[in-house]
């Protein structure tokens, strides 16, 4: 990212637009989809997909089961658009059931869109994507499917074409392996259409100026070139892996972390074992001790960058993030680490014993 940056409206420039935008395909798992890059984070992309293909005052479906979940319903909520909550506690996944209740309930389709956030972050709760869009079609209602796939897509299985998903969205700073600074979202032909006719105002997340000027390999403005040179060399690394292999990395580095729970004694936020993320995992500490102690020693004593429990999990749980360019040594360090955070902080958890059950497992497997 550090070298001299080019002239963006040069004739040389196209290569690296559209080598881009085309090998950007295999990580959203899609060669229907169109995929573009702003200089924004996540947060900016909720509003570029929803004021993209929604009319204003449109209703959409939205489930919140966390603080990400949450943000990606108040971002709609504050551009109008009229929002039915599934609340959940915080913790749970999706069931598709209820998507399905909701819909089959909404004979004259006023319901524009589904709102899912794949992997929701707080909690370390992965949705199942493809049950949700089973449960749109099983009503036959044309709702679009549009996903926060910030801390997913990049890192895990992600099969945007298969699972009917109609914009998915995420960012520089997560599976990427990159600083913060880009966003990046994939659209399908049908929400393609929508983004033609759609009737939001848009300015700076306007897809239509980006679609002229990404065919003939430019952007309507300057883009963020260094990230840019960033993005292209992580989809190098990417591309060099496959995203079956990165996804099977993940899973085995996300297997050592729950290990290590385990052998704490302590419980997971996620409730149910089958959508436990592989992208990070949230651990609840005893009632009696405050979570935000155990990071708070991570950080002073030991180096160490644990996450937060975001609002209302804040002082109850901290999280290991496990994505991106990662190797189980550099695992074992922070479940080294965080033991002894833990044990500082009065929870009695044996040294050694999550290291020790994560090594085991690391050892194990390949
Ligand atoms: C990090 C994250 C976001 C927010 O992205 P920013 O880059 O902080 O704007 C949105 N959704 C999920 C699931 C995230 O993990």
Redesign the pocket.
């Known amino acids: 990212m550090h070298r001299a940056q080019e002239d963006h409206r040069s004739n040389t420039f196209p290569a690296l637009t559209r080598g881009l935008l085309e090998d950007l395909r295999p990580v959203f798992g899609s060669t229907a989809g169109r995929p573009f890059i702003f200089a924004s984070?996540?947060?900016?992309m909720w509003e570029a997909a929803l004021t993209n293909v929604l009319n204003p005052g449109d209703r959409v479906l939205a489930a919140r089961f966390g603080q990400?979940s949450h943000?990606?319903i108040d971002t709609a909520e504050r551009l109008g658009f009229v929002v039915d909550v599934i609340d959940l506690p915080w913790g749970e996944a999706l069931d598709p059931a209820l998507v399905a209740e909701r819909l089959a309930a909404d004979p004259s389709h006023d319901i524009k869109a589904v709102l899912v956030?794949h992997?929701?972050?707080a909690t370390g709760v992965t949705n199942d994507l493809a049950a949700i869009r089973e449960a749109i079609d099983g009503c036959g209602h044309p709702a679009f499917l549009l996903v926060?796939g910030?801390?997913s897509i990049g890192s895990l299985d992600f099969q945007f074409d298969t699972w009917g998903v109609d914009v998915a969205i995420c960012?520089s700073?997560?599976g990427f392996m990159m600083p913060?600074g880009l966003g990046m979202l994939c659209v399908s032909p049908r929400a393609m259409a929508a983004v033609e006719h759609g009737r939001f105002p848009r300015a700076y997340f306007d897809l239509r100026p980006q679609v002229l000027h990404n065919d003939q390999g430019y952007f309507p403005y300057t883009p963020a070139l260094a990230h840019l040179y960033g993005l292209r060399e992580a989809l190098d690394m990417i591309a060099a892996d496959g995203m079956p292999a990165i996804a099977a990395r993940h899973a085995r580095l996300a297997e050592g972390v729950r290990r290590a729970v385990a052998a704490w004694d302590l419980r997971f936020c996620a409730r149910d074992p089958e959508r436990r993320s592989n992208t990070v995992t949230a651990i609840l500490v005893p009632d009696e001790i405050d979570a935000r102690q155990v990071i708070d020693i991570a950080a002073r004593r030991w180096d160490l960058a644990l996450g937060s429990g975001l609002a209302r999990l804040n002082g109850k749980v901290f999280r290991i993030g496990h994505l991106g360019d990662l190797n189980p040594l550099m695992l074992l360090s922070a479940i080294g680490g965080a033991e002894l955070a833990l044990r500082e902080a009065g929870v009695d958890v044996p040294l050694g014993s999550g290291v020790a059950a994560a090594q085991r497992w690391y050892a194990e497997s390949t």
Request: charged share 15%.
């Open positions: 984070t996540g947060t900016g990400f943000l990606f956030v992997n929701e972050t926060d910030v801390s960012g700073q997560k913060a």
